[in-house]
Nanobody, 128 residues
Framework: QVHLVESGGGSVQAGGSLRLSCAAS????????MGWFRQAPGKEREGVAV????????YYRDSVKGRFTISQDNAHNTVYLQMNSLKPEDTAMYYC?????????????????????RGQGTQVTVSS
């Protein structure tokens, strides 16, 4: 049984940093896509960043480019999201997602429905 457990969320002031982690158990990274999505109250879920394996290509939503970095550690089945220069609009529940599309067609971030494995989420709150 696959489990994804997110950690690293919290409350920070604008301009601060957080590093989210997603540890996968019962699942081995292979040829697929893993990523982070977020959902703020009253808003639709949106893709934040994804990374493809192998190859390591990455995609980010425009609003986080230059501030967020996605990475993964295959040896420890963990994917990370380093978030710098956080803004109040980054406040949301952040979800890890795994086993997305196996091929990168250069179309950016796949939809959340394309990831059969999802974590329970970790809250990120950024105050102004």
């Amino acid at each position: 049984q696959v489990h994804l457990v997110e950690s690293g969320g919290g409350s920070v002031q604008a301009g601060g940093s957080l590093r989210l982690s997603c540890a996968a158990s019962g699942y081995t990274f292979s040829r697929n896509c893993m990523g982070w999505f977020r959902q703020a109250p009253g808003k639709e879920r949106e893709g934040v960043a994804v990374i493809y394996s192998p190859g390591g290509s990455k995609y980010y939503r425009d609003s986080v480019k230059g501030r967020f970095t996605i990475s993964q550690d295959n040896a420890h089945n963990t994917v990370y999201l380093q978030m710098n220069s956080l803004k109040p609009e980054d406040t949301a529940m952040y979800y890890c997602a795994a086993n997305g599309p196996s091929e990168d067609y250069g179309l950016g971030i796949p939809g959340f429905a394309d990831f059969p494995y999802r974590g329970q989420g970790t809250q990120v709150t950024v105050s102004s």
